[in-house]
């Protein structure tokens, strides 16, 4: 229960004494910050409702409110808003309280078992931007609901069954006819070491594919590639699985790099098995079709207010479509995981493909629909308002971007007089999480389904709404307790007096409310936005009140056990975006 259910709960409680509804005693945190705490505005809809005055209304709520000792403060204003302050006293206790907690005043759920499929990377290509946003936001996602009690299971859903190993193939036997894969009924054993580098796999992909683009004939031989693979031509399975082996470990490397992870490292390819038992039990349920030799299913409905084509399962030539690869992925899914729900953090150009999905994996029982999510983002642009390219106009490696944020993460570091005369181990380690930070928070701080533009000074600034001004807020707060327990200073009770105390204890409660829009909205800039305000709010209370060389010994205590709740908090909330914090800048 966060605070604002819990105030909701005892204004409601007024409220129905009052002979209105309970309902009516929807508490939340003040517009008017300078004007109170909290706000109720329910005696206005209920004065409509009544047709009475909703001031009068309001009085007799607020009557009943005074009468309880947790509020410093009940008034009404205007024509019958209730304005709500708690004494100080009960926002100590609530804050030792949160503080305690294993979530630190986070809200919690009834649990749900949730696949989240991100990332999604094509085996062979190398990672490039396109796929940071994905990557960002299914990890903290999955990080989030995790946290409010949720059991995620994070998957790759790798890239590797389509037509780009069918071109792979194709472009490697027209290089190097002599390998053995090729060799006519070749069944193996195959040599373990593959016979090609990474390097040569991300030379060949663009090559191979242009070469399609152009040639009719390449392409035709790239579709043929792909349905002998899928048949399960030995050679081409074996090529097939160097070609995964490389891509994967490149891939670790690179996400490893971002502080992303994954429970499964599975493709497309892991559920090939499912699908013609999945065509067959399609085709008698009545839902498959013929269509020029390809076999589809027909999801158009009654009332569609845009046109729903019908998804190829299999083509004309007998090779398998995404669709249908997706299809049996979810099934997979339930079979194995179990999930109550499966989202998808997935561009939101990927729209129509996942509304024909999840249309007919419910109309086939395979899963209801309406639980399965496209949890869609917007693109990162560059300040030309266009999708973020290299200056020569090409899309840029993520590895090449990562390098790019690094250097810039260092000069700025430099300029700042941090991290200085560190082990070259440790500034290394600073930049890369000062980097990231400022990469994953750019991202994340913005409502996931908008565009964004990739400005690199201002995401690097250690002022402002950035990752490294959240580094640096969270960093200080350690290095004032270290301070204050060398001069034998500790955390104690809590007990709020100053103004500036309150206002950090307020963003400090304010967390369980944050966190359960991040987490029912799937967008984690409500935790961006918390996370920010909590270090504005500890920056005025260190700027306003003594800390350390307060001269009191309670309220020196006192103000110390605030700090460390603020970092705690904090840092905890960093963690849930994927944002890890320096032992010292």
Not at 13 to 27: D, H, T, Y
Not at 207 to 227: M, N, V, Y
Not at 269 to 293: F, N, T, W
Not at 515 to 528: D, N, S, T, V, Y
């Amino acid at each position: 229960m966060t605070l604002t259910d819990e105030l909701s709960d005892i204004v409601g409680q007024a409220f129905e004494a009052e002979g209105m509804s309970k309902a009516a005693g929807a508490v939340r945190f003040s517009d008017r910050p300078d004007l109170a705490q909290f706000q109720c505005n329910g005696a206005l809809a209920a004065a409509k409702e009544r047709k009475a005055n909703p001031r009068m209304l309001a009085e007799g709520v607020v009557a009943r409110l005074r009468q309880d000792g947790r509020f410093r403060e009940v008034s009404v204003a205007g024509p019958g808003f209730i304005n709500l302050a708690l004494t100080d006293e009960d926002l100590s206790r609530r804050v030792e309280i949160a503080n305690l907690a294993e979530g630190l005043g986070g809200w919690t759920k009834a649990p749900e078992t949730i696949v989240l499929d991100y990332g999604g990377p094509n085996v062979a290509k190398p990672l490039h931007v396109g796929h940071l946003r994905s990557a960002i936001i299914g990890e903290a996602l999955k990080r989030i609901l995790r946290a409010a009690g949720d059991d995620v299971i994070g998957d790759i859903h790798l890239g590797d069954w389509g037509l780009q190993m069918g071109q792979l193939i194709s472009e490697l036997e027209l290089r190097r006819p002599e390998l053995p894969y090729f060799a006519a009924g070749a069944a193996g054993p195959f040599p373990a070491a593959a016979p090609i580098t990474l390097a040569d796999l991300e030379d060949m992909y663009p090559a191979a594919s242009a070469a399609c683009r152009e040639d009719p004939t390449r392409a035709d031989l790239a579709r043929k590639a792909t349905k002998a693979l899928q048949d399960g031509k030995p050679g081409y399975r074996a090529l097939w699985r160097h070609f995964v082996d490389l891509s994967v470990a490149a891939l670790r490397r690179d996400y490893a790099d971002l502080d992303v992870d994954f429970d499964l490292w599975k493709g497309e390819a892991d559920v090939d098995p499912l699908i013609p038992g999945m065509i067959a039990d399609l085709e008698a349920k009545g839902l498959v079709e013929l269509s020029d030799g390809a076999k589809i299913i027909r999801l158009a409905e009654e009332g569609d207010k845009k046109e729903i084509p019908p998804i190829i399962l299999v083509n004309s030539e007998g090779a398998v479509g995404y669709h249908a690869t997706d299809i049996a992925t979810i099934i997979d899914r339930v079979r194995t995981n179990r999930p109550d729900r499966i989202f998808y953090v997935v561009d939101g150009r990927q729209a129509l493909h996942f509304e024909q999905v999840f249309r007919a994996s419910g109309r086939a029982g395979y899963f209801p629909s309406d639980r399965l999510e496209h949890l869609w983002f917007g693109t990162m642009n560059g300040k030309d308002g266009k999708p973020f390219k290299t200056r020569a106009g090409g899309v840029l490696k993520l590895r090449d971007l990562i390098d790019l944020v690094e250097g810039k993460a260092l000069e700025r570091l430099t300029e700042s007089g941090l991290a200085k005369d560190y082990p070259e181990a440790e500034t290394r380690e600073v930049t890369r999480k000062v980097a990231v930070a400022a990469l994953k928070f750019a991202d994340l701080s913005n409502p996931r389904t908008t565009d964004y533009v990739f400005d690199l000074d201002r995401f690097m600034s250690f002022e402002g709404k950035t990752g490294p001004y959240l580094l640096y807020a969270a960093v200080r707060i350690r290095s004032l307790l270290v301070k204050g327990k060398e001069a034998g200073a500790i955390p104690g009770a809590l007990r709020i007096a100053a103004a500036e105390e309150r206002d950090l204890a307020l963003s400090l409660l304010a967390f369980g409310d944050m966190m359960r829009l991040a987490c029912e909205k799937r967008m984690p800039h409500h935790l961006c936005e918390h996370v920010f305000n909590l270090a504005q709010a500890f920056s005025r209370f260190y700027a306003g009140c003594r800390i350390v060389d307060e001269p009191t010994p309670e309220v020196r205590a006192s103000r110390l056990a605030l700090a460390a709740a603020a970092g705690r908090q904090i840092e905890h909330a960093l963690d849930l975006l994927g944002i890890a914090v320096p032992a010292r800048m």
